[in-house]
DNA sequence: TGCAGCTCGGGCAAATTTCCCGAGCCGGAT
DNA sequence: ATCCGGCTCGGGAAATTTGCCCGAGCTGCA
């Protein structure tokens, strides 16, 4: 229960549900070892928050969507290499799981965890190991298992990302503005997400990215 | 801060993220007059928990869309009308809301509001009272101004039918064609069907036949 | 008889989609 | 070092669809 230093770990918690937030505090500060030491309820401000507290692990809630989440991670990731993000989200996708790796997260727990395994993870990063619970093991693993090309393969991060919104049901201009982009940009990945799909409607699309797990109906 | 009795407010809490479940109970344990009496983490338990403790307000997470959510709601109520439940979750759209309150709840509180408006909500349940947030009350407003009704029980079987092919994924002229209907027509449903259910996007209508039984995914 | 609602389509401005294009960036291959 | 290919981001312009209004014919019902 106590690998760690007497000074125990500090950590910057993310995530844009202020009340989840503070669940989230109050269970990890019980622990004695951990230490939130900031909170941030968007990507921007997480970076910010990190490079003001320095902490020993980042708790990153994704829960929106991708949205800006795993360009957070490669943010912070570029400032301090040794930076241990523990993600932490209701979302297993497969895709999202090894986006999130790929971008340099330490670990990746879902929210149906127990919270000893959240609080194992976050200990288990903190010593620069890697870490995932369970469920996501499974679902990488049977994911390695399928050389199935997933449509998903073919699409880019961003591409991914807003068919995600899209499916979701959000409007070209609420994507655009949680991206931060143009409308016309949305609209041209929508069109060229349709065409490296082959999805003639945007019925079909939804119902492509419902089968690819992209969304849940 | 006390219009209750000494005794306080007992809490079933309802969510199928332990964790999140944890956090909310040291928020709502914090407020002196809040008690947690038991927890569960889908809706049959839910109910089962119910029967159980018979606690003043539920506080329902039906996190997953439509989901068991709605029926766990109205399970509650046709045991005790005087239930209060109180849902909250991420999700804010209006048929969401609506089918919620139509099921019985007292209140719909999202995850965005501040961890006071929610502990305030709970109590105007308890006290008998509607409760909703800020941003749920915009929600319903908008969406009050096109008097919307249930959902697919306001389409006639034209409409109905069109929606089906829709979300099948079938392009605009092959409705036309197989119900040898002009393609103006068709558009006119469509555009139809979105204002009558108040679906703002393609995406949306699908989620909507999907969870409506029209259409499989 | 008259109202109400479904079905079917026309019209037309406004919005979106559909393609095609270029530019910047980055990683990998040559 | 250079080129190539892919991703990201947007402009432009024509084609299509949407949004919303309209009228007409049909039904069932009071």
Do not use: W
């Amino acid at each position: 229960m106590s690998e760690v230093a007497a000074t125990g770990i500090s950590v910057l918690l993310v995530d844009d549900h202020p009340i989840v937030r503070q669940g989230y505090r109050r269970v990890l500060e019980s622990q004695g070892d951990l230490h939130v030491v900031a909170e941030a309820d968007n990507a921007a401000e997480a970076y910010g928050a990190f490079k003001a507290h320095d902490p020993d692990v980042v708790v990153l809630d994704i829960s929106m969507p991708g949205a800006s989440g795993l360009e957070a991670i490669r943010n912070i990731r570029a400032r301090s290499p040794r930076a241990r993000i523990l993600v932490f989200t209701m979302h297993n996708e497969a895709v999202l799981v090894k986006a999130a790796f790929g971008a340099g997260a330490s670990g990746f727990v879902t929210k149906s965890s127990e919270p000893s395994a959240v609080v194992h993870a976050i200990r288990s990063v903190a010593r620069g190991e890697r870490a995932m619970s369970d469920d996501i093991a499974h679902v990488l693993a049977a994911d390695s298992l399928s050389p199935t090309g997933s449509v998903l393969d073919q699409l880019g991060e961003r591409e991914i990302e807003i068919l995600r919104q899209f499916a979701g049901g959000a409007t070209t201009e609420q994507i655009a503005t949680h991206l931060n982009l143009s409308v016309k940009t949305v609209q041209n990945y929508h069109y060229l997400i349709k065409s490296k799909t082959g999805a003639r409607t945007d019925a079909q699309l939804v119902r492509l990215a419902a089968t690819c797990g992209l969304t849940r109906i």
